[in-house]
Nanobody, 114 residues
Framework: VQLQASGGGLVQPGGSLRLSCAAS???????MGWYRQVPGKKRDLVATISSGGDTYYADSVKGRFTISRDNAKSTVYLQMNSLKPDDTAVYYCSRRTPAGFEYWGQGTEVTVSS
Protein backbone atom coordinates (compact mmCIF):
# COMPACT_ATOMS: atom_id res chain seq x y z
CA VAL A 1 0.00 0.00 0.00
CA GLN A 2 1.53 3.28 -1.07
CA LEU A 3 0.49 6.87 -0.78
CA GLN A 4 2.36 9.51 -2.76
CA ALA A 5 1.78 13.10 -1.70
CA SER A 6 2.77 16.00 -3.91
CA GLY A 7 2.03 19.66 -4.57
CA GLY A 8 3.81 21.33 -1.68
CA GLY A 9 6.06 24.32 -2.07
CA LEU A 10 6.70 27.91 -1.13
CA VAL A 11 3.78 30.33 -1.35
CA GLN A 12 3.15 33.86 -0.15
CA PRO A 13 0.55 34.59 2.53
CA GLY A 14 -2.88 34.75 0.94
CA GLY A 15 -1.86 32.38 -1.81
CA SER A 16 -3.14 28.93 -2.75
CA LEU A 17 -1.77 25.45 -3.20
CA ARG A 18 -3.35 22.15 -4.19
CA LEU A 19 -1.97 19.00 -2.64
CA SER A 20 -2.52 15.61 -4.22
CA CYS A 21 -2.23 12.14 -2.72
CA ALA A 22 -2.11 9.27 -5.18
CA ALA A 23 -2.79 5.84 -3.72
CA SER A 24 -1.95 2.39 -4.98
CA UNK A 25 -5.05 0.30 -5.54
CA UNK A 26 -8.63 1.37 -5.04
CA UNK A 27 -9.57 3.88 -2.35
CA UNK A 28 -13.31 3.41 -2.97
CA UNK A 29 -14.07 2.09 0.52
CA UNK A 30 -11.31 3.95 2.36
CA UNK A 31 -11.52 6.87 4.75
CA MET A 32 -8.92 9.38 3.62
CA GLY A 33 -7.31 12.25 5.46
CA TRP A 34 -4.72 14.98 5.51
CA TYR A 35 -2.61 15.77 8.55
CA ARG A 36 0.21 18.22 9.14
CA GLN A 37 3.19 18.39 11.41
CA VAL A 38 5.60 21.11 12.45
CA PRO A 39 9.03 19.97 13.70
CA GLY A 40 8.92 19.31 17.43
CA LYS A 41 5.14 19.15 17.56
CA LYS A 42 2.59 16.39 17.21
CA ARG A 43 0.89 15.57 13.95
CA ASP A 44 -2.46 17.36 13.71
CA LEU A 45 -5.56 16.46 11.77
CA VAL A 46 -6.38 18.89 8.96
CA ALA A 47 -9.27 17.30 7.09
CA THR A 48 -10.88 13.96 6.36
CA ILE A 49 -13.27 12.58 3.79
CA SER A 50 -15.24 9.40 4.21
CA SER A 51 -15.94 6.80 1.56
CA GLY A 52 -19.37 8.38 1.22
CA GLY A 53 -17.96 11.86 0.74
CA ASP A 54 -18.63 13.29 4.21
CA THR A 55 -15.98 15.81 5.17
CA TYR A 56 -14.50 17.09 8.41
CA TYR A 57 -12.18 20.05 8.92
CA ALA A 58 -10.10 21.32 11.78
CA ASP A 59 -11.37 24.68 12.99
CA SER A 60 -8.14 26.34 11.93
CA VAL A 61 -8.73 25.56 8.24
CA LYS A 62 -12.53 25.71 7.92
CA GLY A 63 -13.60 27.94 5.08
CA ARG A 64 -10.10 27.98 3.57
CA PHE A 65 -9.27 24.35 2.79
CA THR A 66 -11.30 21.83 0.79
CA ILE A 67 -10.70 18.09 0.74
CA SER A 68 -11.98 16.05 -2.19
CA ARG A 69 -11.50 12.62 -3.70
CA ASP A 70 -11.48 11.05 -7.14
CA ASN A 71 -11.99 7.33 -6.65
CA ALA A 72 -11.44 6.62 -10.35
CA LYS A 73 -7.93 8.06 -10.04
CA SER A 74 -7.38 6.76 -6.48
CA THR A 75 -6.41 10.30 -5.53
CA VAL A 76 -7.31 12.66 -2.73
CA TYR A 77 -6.81 16.41 -2.95
CA LEU A 78 -6.46 19.25 -0.51
CA GLN A 79 -7.17 22.67 -1.97
CA MET A 80 -5.66 25.29 0.31
CA ASN A 81 -6.67 28.93 -0.13
CA SER A 82 -5.92 32.08 1.85
CA LEU A 83 -2.80 30.47 3.22
CA LYS A 84 -1.25 31.83 6.40
CA PRO A 85 2.25 31.47 7.84
CA ASP A 86 0.73 29.22 10.53
CA ASP A 87 -0.15 26.73 7.78
CA THR A 88 3.57 26.06 7.28
CA ALA A 89 4.16 22.36 7.95
CA VAL A 90 4.82 19.00 6.39
CA TYR A 91 1.52 17.64 5.12
CA TYR A 92 0.79 13.91 5.19
CA CYS A 93 -2.05 11.93 3.68
CA SER A 94 -3.55 8.92 5.34
CA ARG A 95 -5.74 6.03 4.32
CA ARG A 96 -7.87 3.88 6.63
CA THR A 97 -9.39 0.66 5.37
CA PRO A 98 -12.77 -0.70 6.48
CA ALA A 99 -10.85 -3.25 8.59
CA GLY A 100 -9.24 -0.39 10.49
CA PHE A 101 -5.73 -0.54 9.06
CA GLU A 102 -4.19 2.89 8.62
CA TYR A 103 -1.46 3.79 6.18
CA TRP A 104 0.58 6.95 5.77
CA GLY A 105 2.36 8.50 2.85
CA GLN A 106 5.55 10.49 2.86
CA GLY A 107 4.99 14.15 3.53
CA THR A 108 5.03 17.14 1.25
CA GLU A 109 6.36 20.38 2.64
CA VAL A 110 4.34 23.58 2.57
CA THR A 111 5.99 26.89 3.44
CA VAL A 112 3.94 30.08 3.65
CA SER A 113 6.23 33.07 3.75
CA SER A 114 6.78 36.42 2.12
Amino acid sequence: VQLQASGGGLVQPGGSLRLSCAASGSIFSNHMGWYRQVPGKKRDLVATISSGGDTYYADSVKGRFTISRDNAKSTVYLQMNSLKPDDTAVYYCSRRTPAGFEYWGQGTEVTVSS
